[in-house]
């Protein structure tokens, strides 16, 4: 039975290097989660993807990535994290207190936690157009697009096209209706088999076909 790549090969294209599987690359990362099949596209860089494109995750801080599955992160994009904060509410936003040589005394880190965002959560079957910035805290819906080069650093409903800095929606993918129906189906959760079965109805438009798979 066909039931499409390996989820957890790191290269589920053989012979382009350039694309690879986002979840096996996460192993034994704690702050991190990837749903099966998300991949990052790159032909310089693609397995440092966590280091280079993830920026300022730092355990310490405590916030999480969470990444869906079949997602699709395109060259350059970068997720910026709450460790890239600097305290806002003084007269001054230079983090002295990382330099030491007492320029540590008296720092309240709760000043600098004040301004974290918490969890960065990119939903489901979410595509990430090339040098595009996701700032800390922000939540991606199911579905959505951020075309190139935008900036998102608010909260991206589900099945919505942002583009921009600062990244504002351009159109929805579906009326409400379909956008319902397909959160509720949602058929990124399903066996890799019946996914299989169904691609028809999940690469077209036939949305009667996928109610009655699921």
Known sequence: ?????????????????????????????????????????DPDHAQAFFDRNVLHHFDFVGDRLVIGAFCAFATGCRIVMNGANHAMGGFSTYPFNIFG??????FDPASWAAGNRGDTVIG?????????????????????????????????APYTVVAGNPARQVRRR???????????????????????????????SDLAALRAAA
Request: with cysteine.
């Open 124 to 156: 489901a079957d979410t595509w990430v157009g090339s040098e595009a910035y996701i700032l800390p805290g922000a939540t991606i819906g199911p579905g959505a697009i951020v075309a190139a080069r935008a900036v998102v650093s608010r909260d991206v």
């Open 1 to 41: 039975m066909l039931t499409g790549p390996d989820p957890d090969t790191l290269h589920p294209m053989p012979g382009f290097p350039r694309i690879v599987a986002l979840r096996p690359l996460a192993a034994g990362r704690a702050n991190v989660s990837v749903g099966p099949y998300s991949y990052y596209d």
């Open 101 to 106: 040589c007492g320029w540590e005394q008296g």
């Open 174 to 204: 579906f009326d409400q209706a379909t956008v319902e129906a397909l959160m509720d189906i949602a058929w990124w959760d399903w066996p890799a088999d019946r996914i299989t079965r169904n691609l028809d109805a999940i690469r077209g």
